[in-house]
Every structure is written in C-alpha cells, then in structure tokens.
C-alpha cells in the first residue's frame, strides 16, 4: 500500500470515527430528523457539485425504487437511528455498536442468497458472528452510571435498541445495493441516495418537531457531518477502493470504533473496561469473518468492485 493510500484511510477513519461525537453535539440542539436532513444537505450539496463537475451520467429511471430502498436502508433511517438513540447512549458505545454492520451484512447476505459459504467457511463463520454478538452484550453491559433519560436504565436499552436497528439497516443497505444497483457509478449512487434520503425525510422535519434553538455548536456539528463525514468521505472511499484491495480498504471498519472511543474520552464521556473488552471482542469475530483462503483472496480481489455503494459507517 502507498503511503497516500494509508494516509487516506488513517484521515477517512478519523472523520468517520468523528461522527459518532459530531451527532451527539448535533443532538444537543436538534431533533433526530433535522441532525439526518442536515448532513443529508451539505453531503449532497457537494456530492452534486462533483457530479456535474465529473460529467457522470445519471441511471435509467427503472432504478429509481432501488435507488429509494437503498436511501432509506442507507441514510434516512440509520442517520435519524443514530441521532435518537445517542440521545441516551453514549457516543463511544454508539461507534462500537456500529462496527456489527458487517456481521449483519454478513447474515443477510446468507440469508437472501447474495453469497454461499464453503464447508470449511461455515464454523469460521458461526464463531466470528457468536463472538460479534458476545461483543455487543459485553457493550451493553459496559451502561455508565447515569446513562439513559434521566439516568433511567430503560432510556439506555431503548438507545442501544435504536443503534442496533441504524447497523442492521446499513447492513441491508449494502446487500440491497449489491443486488440491486450493479454496473452504476458508486459516486452517482452516493449523490442520489443522499438526495432521495432528503426527500423522503423533508415532510417528517417540516411537520415533526422542530428545534427551540439552534446555537453554533449544534450548526458546525451537522455541517461537519455532511460535508466531511457524508461527502468527502464517501469520496475518499471510493478512491481507496478503486486504488487497494478491499481487505485493505476494511480496515476502516476496525479503526471506527477506536475512534470512536477516543473522540468518546475527549468529549469527557466515562469508558469502562467492558465496553473496551467489548469492543476487542468484535473486533475479533470481524477478523475471523474476513479470512480467507488464497483461493478465496483471490476471487475477491477479482470481484473487488462487487459492492457498488457501501454502507456509510456512522
């Protein structure tokens, strides 16, 4: 790997990993739906810009209801998911919550037929998605003292409930892409997910609740959210991926909740031992998930553009 190519993944890490903290700060001022249709705007606003700049075609007007399946699956449901449920659950535990995408990914790949697993695969992959989900309940356990609304306990599951749904839904996002949108520029599916997610949310924040105040604090955080966290990054994503390997380009997946946990502990948020063991746990079960034989390596590499727009990942 070049050393551009590591700083890009170092730096696109970081801004994801940022975003779990820049939507809690958001959520401060703003209500779920507002902190998704924020960064929808400012994501799309330059997603487009580089759109008309690169000259990219649009897709047929068939693939408009995958287009909308995939933006709700992507971003109008997980962006609101993840701004609700961090109203009672820490940032940090909300960035390790979202590294299971994969594994719910992984499942409903299986489940609907996207993918076949050999023989030998088949107890790799029960060990590495039984060791994601002792993670998640290592997480869970790893509650502050006073999480939740009002310290209550209840408040707290209700948040993990919500960041479960958001990374199950990003999951079925990348399956649904993969099946549904094949052959389409990834930086056009990028614009048009983003776009159609806005208007599928616009109704629910002009008749929904709206804020009592907005102070600068809450604006940066959705305006870095969208043009950092839902614009360059999806930039700089599919850069990578077009420039490594995908097992390369998944490390990114790994460094989020580590970011996470950082930005989490500068923010001033208590990290106990059980979410750090939590998320080493995970961690693991993703690391047996992604291992592969040669041959398997190799037929990968070959299908390498196989997943046209992959989840975002915060």
Same mark, same amino acid.
């Not at 909300?94 to 030998?120: E, V």
């Not at 107890?123 to 998640?136: M, P």
């Given at each position: 790997?070049?050393?551009?190519?590591?700083?890009?993944?170092?730096?696109?890490?970081?801004?994801?990993?940022?975003?779990?903290?820049?939507?809690?700060?958001?959520?401060?001022?703003?209500?779920?739906?507002?902190?998704?249709?924020?960064?929808?705007?400012?994501?799309?606003?330059?997603?487009?810009?580089?759109?008309?700049?690169?000259?990219?075609?649009?897709?047929?007007?068939?693939?408009?209801?995958?287009?909308?399946?995939?933006?709700?699956?992507? @971003?109008?449901?997980?962006?609101?998911?993840?701004?609700?449920?961090?109203?009672?659950?820490?940032?940090? &535990?909300?960035? &390790?919550?979202?590294?299971?995408?994969? &594994?719910?990914?992984?499942?409903?790949?299986?489940? /609907?037929?996207?993918?076949?697993?050999?023989?030998?695969?088949?107890?790799?992959?029960?060990?590495?998605?039984?060791?994601?989900?002792?993670?998640?309940?290592?997480?869970?356990?790893?509650?502050?003292?006073?999480?939740?609304?009002?310290?209550?306990? @209840?408040?707290?599951?209700?948040?993990?409930?919500? &960041?479960?749904?958001?990374?199950?839904?990003?999951?079925?996002?990348?399956?649904?892409?993969?099946?549904?949108?094949?052959?389409?520029?990834?930086?056009?599916?990028? /614009?048009?997910?983003?776009?159609?997610?806005?208007?599928?949310?616009?109704?629910?924040?002009?008749?929904?609740?709206?804020?009592?105040?907005?102070?600068?604090?809450?604006?940066?955080?959705?305006?870095?959210?969208?043009?950092?966290?839902?614009?360059?990054?999806?930039?700089?994503?599919?850069?990578?991926?077009?420039?490594?390997?995908?097992?390369?380009?998944?490390?990114?997946?790994?460094?989020?909740?580590?970011?996470?946990?950082?930005?989490?502990?500068?923010?001033?948020?208590?990290?106990?031992? /059980?979410?750090?063991?939590?998320?080493?746990?995970?961690?693991?079960?993703?690391?047996?998930?992604?291992?592969?034989?040669?041959?398997?390596?190799?037929?990968?590499?070959?299908?390498?553009?196989?997943?046209?727009?992959?989840?975002?990942?915060?």
């Amino acid at each position: 790997m070049r050393f551009r190519d590591a700083l890009e993944m170092f730096l696109l890490s970081a801004v994801w990993g940022a975003s779990f903290i820049l939507i809690k700060l958001a959520g401060d001022d703003l209500p779920p739906v507002w902190v998704a249709l924020g960064r929808l705007t400012f994501g799309s606003l330059l997603l487009w810009a580089v759109l008309k700049l690169g000259r990219y075609p649009l897709p047929p007007l068939r693939l408009l209801g995958p287009l909308v399946a995939v933006a709700v699956l992507n @971003n109008a449901l997980p962006f609101c998911f993840f701004a609700w449920g961090e109203r009672s659950v820490p940032s940090s &535990i909300a960035a &390790i919550l979202n590294a299971t995408t994969p &594994i719910w990914g992984l499942i409903l790949g299986l489940a /609907t037929g996207g993918m076949a697993l050999g023989a030998r695969s088949i107890g790799r992959t029960v060990a590495g998605v039984a060791l994601g989900f002792f993670g998640v309940l290592l997480v869970v356990y790893a509650r502050p003292a006073g999480a939740g609304a009002g310290g209550s306990g @209840n408040g707290y599951l209700f948040g993990v409930i919500l &960041i479960a749904i958001a990374a199950f839904s990003y999951g079925a996002g990348a399956v649904a892409a993969k099946r549904w949108l094949q052959g389409v520029e990834p930086v056009v599916i990028a /614009t048009l997910q983003l776009t159609l997610a806005w208007l599928v949310l616009l109704p629910l924040g002009a008749f929904g609740p709206h804020p009592a105040a907005i102070h600068w604090k809450a604006l940066a955080a959705v305006t870095m959210l969208g043009v950092f966290g839902s614009g360059l990054a999806y930039l700089v994503y599919f850069r990578l991926l077009a420039n490594t390997s995908p097992t390369h380009t998944l490390a990114v997946t790994f460094l989020l909740p580590v970011w996470g946990l950082f930005w989490g502990f500068v923010a001033g948020e208590p990290i106990r031992w /059980t979410a750090l063991a939590g998320m080493a746990v995970i961690l693991a079960g993703l690391v047996l998930l992604n291992l592969r034989t040669p041959a398997q390596r190799a037929n990968r590499n070959v299908a390498r553009a196989a997943d046209p727009c992959p989840a975002e990942q915060n």
